[in-house]
């Protein structure tokens, strides 16, 4: 089955050039109707959710569902490609690839519309995968739970594997995740009279380092854990001693047992510095994803499936400490999600990502061809 994937090359563009928020993915979503009721309508069934969409494409004698889901949302990231279709909105950039994603789900669903199978596939267009997290509400939603499929999928594009693969393996693909954010209130003061001051910078630098102990010397070597701090910010001037400072950051484990021990960890440490410090603190663990969970009997079938077919190249990879909301679903719904290669020396959330396109029409042949198997 051949497919012509330049029409879904130039949509990625598009949307590569509109980068949104979280539950901001307004042009986003007016720039997918568009194209949507720009489609022949007798098959399908659209409906909006907040920033996302669903969208029903109707199979000729449906016994069940299947769903397909795409994340919507960029990343605050100042864009430093070179492309010709960079970020129209300063400060943010699709780097995790869901331009790449929802562009390729246009592909498929563009697909079904032409060539009609038996089952019914649902078309999921998630918003705020980054965060504060789209999966879980979008689940208790009525507009879901009317279309409600049997069995859900998504990929994640991987710039480390080239174009032509995928990667995954059955069971944990993904690791459970916590966000942390954590405030610290000193006394502020001049520079040249430090004893009369807490100074949360200094504050901040040791827990910062403190922090790094949590999983060398609480977690049993043999399981993994994360902890991150991505940002610190305090103080507002060079010679004033900062009275506030704030340290963001990730959790990332495989059980639920290691998060609550990082947790327990974070806060004893984080009580060490109001202590020693003479400061006050404030923790917040923000958006948690639950781990991604691959159907064993569903990723096997599709494993074999594709080694048989020889529709890409199977990599059977390790779990990754990335976190998705997809997992939310694969939690209610078997299903799995897998690794599509893009072929690029910048990784996920870096300012020079460049997926290599090639991978749309890769994406599109795999996942067309599957549903044909799967819906017929
Ligand atoms: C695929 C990917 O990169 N996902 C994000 C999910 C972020 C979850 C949440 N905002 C957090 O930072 O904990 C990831 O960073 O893995």
Same mark, same amino acid.
């Given at each position: 089955?051949?497919?012509?994937?330049?029409?879904?090359?130039?949509?990625?563009?598009?949307?590569?050039?509109?980068?949104?928020?979280?539950?901001?993915?307004?042009?986003?979503?007016?720039?997918?109707?568009?194209?949507?009721?720009?489609?022949?309508?007798?098959?399908?069934?659209?409906?909006?959710?907040?920033?996302?969409?669903?969208?029903?494409?109707?199979?000729?004698?449906?016994?069940?569902?299947?769903?397909?889901?795409?994340?919507?949302?960029?990343?605050?990231?100042?864009?430093?490609?070179?492309?010709?279709?960079?970020?129209?909105?300063?400060? +943010?950039?699709?780097?995790?690839?869901?331009?790449?994603?929802?562009?390729?789900?246009?592909?498929?669903?563009?697909? +079904?519309?032409?060539?009609?199978?038996?089952?019914?596939?649902?078309?999921?267009?998630?918003?705020?995968?980054?965060?504060?997290?789209?999966?879980?509400?979008?689940?208790?939603?009525?507009?879901?739970?009317?279309?409600?499929?049997?069995?859900?999928?998504?990929?994640?594009?991987?710039?480390?594997?080239?174009?032509?693969?995928?990667?995954?393996?059955?069971?944990?693909?993904?690791?459970?995740?916590?966000?942390?954010?954590?405030?610290?209130?000193?006394?502020?003061?001049?520079?040249? +009279?430090?004893?009369?001051?807490?100074?949360?910078?200094?504050?901040?630098?040791?827990?910062?380092?403190?922090?790094?102990?949590?999983?060398?010397?609480?977690?049993?070597?043999?399981?993994?854990?994360?902890?991150?701090?991505?940002?610190?910010?305090?103080?507002?001037?060079?010679?004033?001693?900062?009275?506030?400072?704030?340290?963001?950051?990730?959790?990332?484990?495989?059980?639920?047992?290691?998060?609550?021990?990082?947790?327990?960890?974070?806060?004893?440490?984080?009580?060490?510095?109001?202590?020693?410090?003479?400061?006050?603190?404030?923790?917040?663990?923000?958006?948690?994803?639950?781990?991604?969970?691959?159907?064993?009997?569903?990723?096997?079938?599709?494993?074999?499936?594709?080694?048989?077919?020889?529709?890409?190249?199977?990599?059977?990879?390790?779990?990754?400490?990335?976190?998705?909301?997809?997992?939310?679903?694969?939690?209610?719904?078997?299903?799995?999600?897998?690794?599509?290669?893009?072929?690029?020396?910048?990784?996920?959330?870096?300012?020079?990502?460049?997926?290599?396109?090639?991978?749309?029409?890769?994406?599109?042949?795999?996942?067309?061809?599957?549903?044909?198997?799967?819906?017929?």
């Amino acid at each position: 089955m051949g497919v012509d994937a330049l029409p879904f090359i130039k949509i990625r563009r598009e949307l590569h050039k509109i980068p949104e928020p979280g539950f901001k993915e307004f042009k986003t979503q007016r720039f997918l109707l568009d194209y949507l009721n720009g489609l022949p309508q007798e098959r399908m069934e659209i409906k909006t959710w907040r920033t996302g969409i669903l969208v029903k494409v109707r199979g000729s004698n449906p016994s069940k569902r299947l769903g397909y889901r795409a994340d919507m949302d960029g990343l605050p990231i100042t864009e430093e490609t070179s492309c010709e279709f960079r970020s129209t909105h300063p400060g +943010f950039m699709h780097a995790c690839g869901h331009d790449m994603h929802m562009a390729i789900a246009l592909g498929v669903l563009t697909h +079904f519309v032409e060539n009609q199978v038996k089952d019914d596939l649902i078309f999921i267009f998630q918003p705020a995968e980054e965060g504060p997290g789209g999966a879980q509400p979008m689940l208790a939603s009525k507009e879901f739970q009317d279309f409600q499929p049997d069995a859900i999928f998504a990929l994640h594009i991987a710039p480390e594997y080239p174009v032509g693969t995928v990667a995954l393996k059955p069971g944990i693909l993904f690791a459970n995740t916590s966000e942390l954010f954590i405030d610290l209130k000193g006394k502020g003061g001049h520079a040249a +009279f430090p004893h009369t001051a807490n100074d949360m910078v200094i504050a901040a630098a040791h827990l910062a380092t403190q922090l790094q102990s949590i999983v060398s010397r609480n977690i049993d070597p043999l399981d993994s854990a994360v902890v991150t701090i991505g940002k610190i910010e305090g103080g507002t001037k060079q010679n004033i001693i900062a009275e506030k400072a704030r340290l963001e950051g990730t959790i990332r484990t495989l059980s639920m047992e290691s998060m609550q021990k990082v947790k327990s960890r974070i806060e004893a440490l984080v009580r060490g510095t109001e202590a020693g410090f003479e400061c006050s603190a404030a923790i917040d663990y923000g958006a948690n994803y639950c781990q991604v969970y691959n159907d064993e009997t569903l990723t096997r079938e599709f494993m074999d499936w594709v080694q048989e077919s020889g529709v890409a190249n199977l990599i059977e990879c390790k779990t990754a400490m990335t976190g998705e909301d997809f997992g939310y679903f694969l939690a209610e719904i078997p299903g799995f999600l897998f690794w599509l290669g893009v072929n690029t020396p910048y990784g996920l959330h870096h300012a020079r990502i460049e997926p290599d396109e090639g991978a749309i029409e890769v994406a599109i042949r795999v996942l067309t061809q599957y549903f044909t198997f799967k819906a017929s």
